[in-house]
Nanobody, 118 residues
Framework: QVQLVESGGGLVQAGGSLRLSCAASGGTLTDYVIGWFRQAPGKERESVATIYNAHATNYADSVKGRFTISRDFRTNMVYLQMNTLRPEDTAVYYC????????????WGQGTQVTVSS
């Protein structure tokens, strides 16, 4: 079971940047697919970005070209660099992990709030 702890959220003006961090423990990150999800008030949780190994990634259309997901296997860290933020990016952001042979996202962090002011 992998434990995940997010950090780096906060309040930023539109057009600004934030970098979210996800610290993983209790497992070998190389065995896991890592994703960032977000949930805005009154909306369903949505996938933002996924990283499958060191380089293979996938992004929601709404964040393509603005967000970058990356991982550091040495430190068991995963990052989400968010640039050109928009008010509609406001949400609680969650880091999640699933074993590479599984389809269910079984491991979740507690979330970190990102608020983008206009």
């Amino acid at each position: 079971q992998v434990q995940l702890v997010e950090s780096g959220g906060g309040l930023v003006q539109a057009g600004g940047s934030l970098r979210l961090s996800c610290a993983a423990s209790g497992g070998t990150l190389t065995d896991y697919v890592i994703g960032w999800f977000r949930q805005a008030p009154g909306k369903e949780r949505e996938s933002v970005a996924t990283i499958y190994n060191a380089h293979a990634t996938n992004y929601a259309d709404s964040v393509k070209g603005r967000f970058t997901i990356s991982r550091d296997f040495r430190t068991n860290m995963v990052y989400l660099q968010m640039n050109t933020l928009r008010p509609e990016d406001t949400a609680v952001y969650y880091c999640a992990a699933r074993h590479r042979v599984q389809s269910q996202w079984n491991n979740w962090g507690q979330g970190t709030q990102v608020t983008v002011s206009s």
